[in-house]
């Protein structure tokens, strides 16, 4: 598994709830701007549309057939491939209040390309804060171990 594009602040600003693996419907320059890693997938997310699932917000750079890539960056919206009972199920959920879908990690599984999906619910600025300490605790906790010597 080759992770093309990465969402790291996922786990910062979302509790994560659960993670779904979806398939992308693509053109062939799209797979070859993101195979080549011209891609970024931060600012998306996915909504339900007519009981099918979309993808808005994925930049993927143009591709100019010749190798040579454009600098503008296109948002695309994206269909998502998912079965039709978990889409049941996601619609389900995404009626909580506070719950969105929000893409983690872009990868290629063999010669096809997935997304990782996480049903995710905000964190509040006071969580971030606490997250933030016990991270520091937990550094400081190891940095003391590290220079303890035992005779």
């Known amino acids: 598994m080759k992770i093309l594009s990465q969402n790291k602040k996922i786990g910062y600003n979302y509790s994560v709830l659960e993670h779904l693996e979806v398939g992308i419907v693509l053109q062939g320059w799209q797979v070859k701007s993101i195979k080549a890693g011209d891609v970024n997938i931060t600012d998306s997310y996915a909504y339900i549309h007519k009981d ?8 993927i750079s143009n591709w100019n057939g010749m190798g ?17 009972q978990e889409l049941k199920k996601l619609k389900s959920k995404l009626t909580n209040q506070g719950t969105t879908l929000a893409p983690s990690k872009l990868y290629l599984v063999h010669s096809y390309i997935k997304l990782e ?35």
Not at 130 to 151: G, M, P, S, T, V
Request: hydrophobic share 35%; no cysteine; net charge positive.
């Open 52 to 59: 099918e699932l979309f993808l808005r917000g994925m930049k």
């Open 68 to 84: 040579n890539f454009e600098k503008t960056l296109k948002a695309a919206d994206l269909k998502l491939l998912v079965s039709k």
């Open 117 to 151: 999906l996480n049903l995710v619910k905000g964190k509040k600025k006071y969580d971030k804060r606490e997250q933030i300490k016990e991270r520091e605790q937990k550094r400081d906790l190891a940095r003391e171990l590290k220079n303890e010597k035992y005779f």
